[in-house]
């Protein structure tokens, strides 16, 4: 027997899924996050969860692994000292950034600009130059760039940024720079912008390398450890970590680019909830992932989620291959609390793992989203199979913070709670969805995270949305997602080419050197051509545009010039579709950059396909309980189901609670649920 082992760490728990490759049989395991210290939930997670399924060590195939390590460590600036090497003349190139100023209105009158990654007095600048042309003006001088590296051990720097000009087009220079500073401190964690983004616009390409070069040290660190941990449990099988852009990496491979990791755990989700989407028939869905900490809103069109070419990491524009997420400070743990003693905020605090929810009796004594389900009868008895009671005094005591000093009873308190919870959620589904032109009615909320289902339900009558699609295992479906991707490269070059003076040979060059490259990358991993995919894109503009749209380009036999005229129409297209307007027939397109992904193909799970059985759910009825919903405004008696015991075609008319291992899903009055033949509970609105 060959198991995959998948771990995903959140803010509250650390999800374990360990599935067997052949039969499909599946365990799934919740420990609590120890912020401390990830490592040790990650291994406490390994320890349970081959116990619980009788995995042996020599049985384990792979390791796959989602992480906010790098996300948290540049949430709260815990990355290592470094310096930057850059070119004569451009010391204060992270200083001037870019003029353009965050929010829709552009205030400058309110902003200040991100804090440096490298303080300026860490900044050294070398002589040596290459022109826009990729030719070479001035050499490196060795002599200066090892006195540069020994000043840098003086300093107590331990990671060195190489960002030089143009490199873009020649990486030579900074090759030459890495090789020098190895000579006389090899210790010393490098890493030189070609290798992290071969792009033009010389601020992002700095901060972005400047920000790997950051979390060289930590994820390193924190790679070696978890390798080393494995290895004492005999456990040697390849040790994957998932990408931003949801594709797979080797451990050693992130620990080189970390900066490719930064939004982990929520990209693999993203993976998973199309999965499911896709089997239970909805291609265009929202995926809604609530945690302990926050809430991950993804909006996906025909089965795949948008790919940015760059994003936000906090206060830092990071270019880097990732999915489309757009995250709010709404979560189960999020602290509810009274601004100027009246005005009542849920959010962005959260109380994390430690303490944790006031009733998880941890210590914890903050009322949060979670304390406020428990009053109101939302949540039952345990969590976590069993293994976090529920102490529903601390959540009375806790919520009497909040009622009190606004003279409400603890029901009306609770629920204003939830309802400031969920307006912060549909504020951001709205962002992704509204504001780009979409209505979210037209979408399936695709639900999961420990607590998306248990506000699904109240979160689409809130919007108008009529359908909500709950996965198998929902309070773990980033760990399962983690099993439905492949191994990934992106390999990204700048070429700029207008559309009047195109060169298909000098275009087809490009190609062919991407797609070696990665194809190298993707053999040295153990992958062979039969299970190698490649795809091109482009990313296009029009001229004097300051961003590009990125537009896949086809790779068949057709010529370079009618794959060209594809791609400018495909352009048009796509810029009518996300920005309102197209300018075809009056401006010239420009091709910018010219990339290659390749995919390294891992065997997808095998997921059991039930039969369909009767409509009645009568066999997984546990018991009943009273819960309040707004709808009915006072409490009501709902019936309890086990999830586990639902068999498909099984039928529940709300209002209704249905728990399982991971989770627990409220289902509001008016509204059905049924469980498909994959597992999916399909949720839609009575009259429909």
Known sequence: MAWRLAVDIGGTFTDVVALEEGSGEVHLMKVPTTPEDPSRGFIEGIEKITELGGVLSSDVAAVFHGTTVATNAILQRRYSKIGLVTTVGYREQLEVARQTVPGEFGDITWWVKPERVVPLELVREVIGRINVEGKELTPINGDEVRAVALEFRRLGVSAIAVSLLHSYRDPSHERQVREFIREVYPECFISISSDILREYREYERTNTTCLNTALMPLLSNYHEK??????????????????????????????????????????????????????????????????????????????????????????????????????????????????????????????????????????????????????????????????????????????KTIAEPLGLNLTDAADGILRIAIENMAAGIRTVSVKRGRDPRDYALIAFGGAGPLHACYLADWLGMKKVVIPPSPGVTSAYGLLLTDVRIDAVHTAVQREDKFSAAALEQHFLELQTRVKENLFSEGFNSDNIELQHFVDMRYGGQAYEVRLPFLNDKSSTEDKLQQAISDFHCSHQDLYGYSYEGRELVELVNVGVTGLGLLERPKIRKQKIAGKSPVQAMRGKSQVYFPQTQGRVECPIFSRELLVAGNEIIGPAIIEQYDSTTVLNPDWVARLDEWGCLVLSRHED
């Not at 939004?263 to 929202?286: M, R, T």
């Not at 303490?355 to 004594?365: H, L, S, T, V």
Request: aromatic fraction near 6%; charged fraction near 20%; proline fraction near 5%.
């Open 226 to 399: 978890l390798s080393a941990e494995l290895a004492d449990k005999k456990i040697t099988a390849p040790f994957y970590i998932m990408r931003s852009s949801g594709g797979l990496a080797k451990a050693e491979e992130i620990s080189r680019q970390p900066i490719t990791a930064a939004l982990s755990g929520p990209a693999a989700g993203v993976i998973a909830a199309c999965h499911f989407g896709k089997l239970s028939g909805f291609e265009d869905v929202i995926c809604f992932d609530v945690g302990g900490t926050s809430a991950d809103i993804c909006l996906v069109e025909g089965g795949q989620p948008r790919m940015l070419t760059e994003g936000r990491v906090d206060i830092y524009d990071v270019k880097t291959p990732m999915i489309d997420m757009h995250t709010v400070g709404a979560g189960g743990g999020s602290i509810a609390w009274l601004a100027g003693g009246r005005s009542l905020k849920v959010g962005p605090e959260s109380a994390g793992a430690l303490p944790g929810p006031a009733c998880y009796g941890r210590g914890g004594e903050l009322p949060t989203v979670t304390d406020a389900n428990a009053v109101l009868g939302r949540l039952t008895t345990a969590l976590a199979g069993g293994d976090v009671s529920l102490d529903y005094a601390r959540s009375e005591t806790a919520i």
